[in-house]
Structure formats: C-alpha cells, structure tokens
C-alpha cells in the first residue's frame, strides 16, 4: 500500500484495448487533476447542447475549472461508507482523456450502483464510452457485490444511452431532471448482476482494493 491514508488512491482498473492500448481507470492525485480540468476545458459537448443536469461547463473560467477541483476534491472529503462517490479519472495510452463515477447510497444495503462520465471530445466517439462504463461495472458487480447498476441520460443524447443500452442496461421508464434554466426528459436504465453476467464483456485486472473494501462498506 503506497497511500495508507486514502488507499483509494492505490486502487487501479486495467484493461488492454487492440485498438487504444492501455485503458487505465484511478483516482487522479491532486497533483494530475489540472491536466483532466484542462481537458475539460477544450469541450466536452457543442455549446448550444447540455449533457449534464449540473450545467458546470457552462461557468466562465476560471470558474469552471475551479469548480471541478472542487468537486474532485469534495468527493474525497466528503467521503462515507454509507454514501461515496469514486471519481476516476481515465488514462488512455498514457493520457487523460475523461473521467468514469461510480457512486452509491447505503451500498451494503441495496447493493446498486450508479455511474456518471465524460471525455475529451478528441476521445468520444471510439468506443472508450463503451469501455470505461465496463471496466467500472467490472469493479461493482465481479468485485464489490454490486446486484444492481442504474443510469440516466437525456432523451437527446445518443452517445450516452447506446451505451448503457450496448453494454446491457434495460430501459426503466422515463425520468425528468434539470437542464439549465429548465427542466429535460431522460431515459433510465437498469441492469442486474445477471444481465451483466450474460454478456461478453472485457477482461479487467483490479489492483489496490483489498485495503479499499472497508471504505466502500463491504467485507
Ligand atoms: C457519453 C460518452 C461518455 C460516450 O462515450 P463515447 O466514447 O463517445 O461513446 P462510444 O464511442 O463508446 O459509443 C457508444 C455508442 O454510442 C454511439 N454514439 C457515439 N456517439 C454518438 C453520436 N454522437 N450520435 C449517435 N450515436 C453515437 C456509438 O455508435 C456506439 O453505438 P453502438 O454501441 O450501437 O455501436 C461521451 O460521448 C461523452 O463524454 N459525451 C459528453 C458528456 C456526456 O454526455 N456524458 C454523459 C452524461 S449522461
């Protein structure tokens, strides 16, 4: 263990991609986050578009970017077994190019997991959605006991729901959030260990989460 204090930082989720080379997923050290902060700032989405029910790309700079430290940093302050959010950033051959959340409420007790995620739009549209959704399903259905895993996009945002429907999420009815000054419907989903388990899905290495299980709330 190289982080006794937040051994977080030690976990890491490998998987090797024909095409991309390494996929790695872990928690950014304070010292690595500018560069995703960066990343985001470049674009994640066309301005006249709004993927997210928290519209933080929209804030000026140096708002924005400040905003995200604080919220990367946040996740880890404020951090419980009963309530945690694991805020990865996404390394692909060596670069930051998004960040993968998994997040849960009372995980010991509903075993359900939801997700959240961006990338660089320079990394969109190559498969990488796909594949960091899966590496981190991989770590809560085959590695923490996860039974159920949710998500929740858009109607208008293709991208994210042909990925919960490709990795094989089923549709779970129709769900409303914030959008801006307004108000945006969603698509929900949901999968199970089963459905998860039915599927091909890539061979993800876990390292650095035997000294994490307590803070995730399981044995
Ligand atoms: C959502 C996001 C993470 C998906 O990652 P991605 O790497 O772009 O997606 P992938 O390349 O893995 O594609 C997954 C599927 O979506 C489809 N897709 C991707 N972009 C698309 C687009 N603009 N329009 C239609 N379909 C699209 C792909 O063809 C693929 O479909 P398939 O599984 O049927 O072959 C990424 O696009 C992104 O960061 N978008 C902006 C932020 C965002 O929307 N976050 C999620 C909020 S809920």
Known sequence: MTHPLWPLYDLRLTTRDATLGEVVLRVPTEAELPAFVGLASQGIHPPDEMPFSIPWTDLPSPEREQSSYQFYMRTRATWSADSWILTLGLWVDGQPAGFQDLRAEQFPRFRTVATGSWLGRAFQGRGIGRLMRQMVLALAFDHLGAEIAESEAFLDNPASNRVSLGVGYRPNGLGRQSRRDGVGDTQRFRMTVED??????????????????????VD
């Open 196 to 217: 998860w388990r039915s599927r091909p899905r890539p061979s993800v290495r876990v390292d650095g989460l035997e000294s994490c299980r307590a803070l995730f709330g």
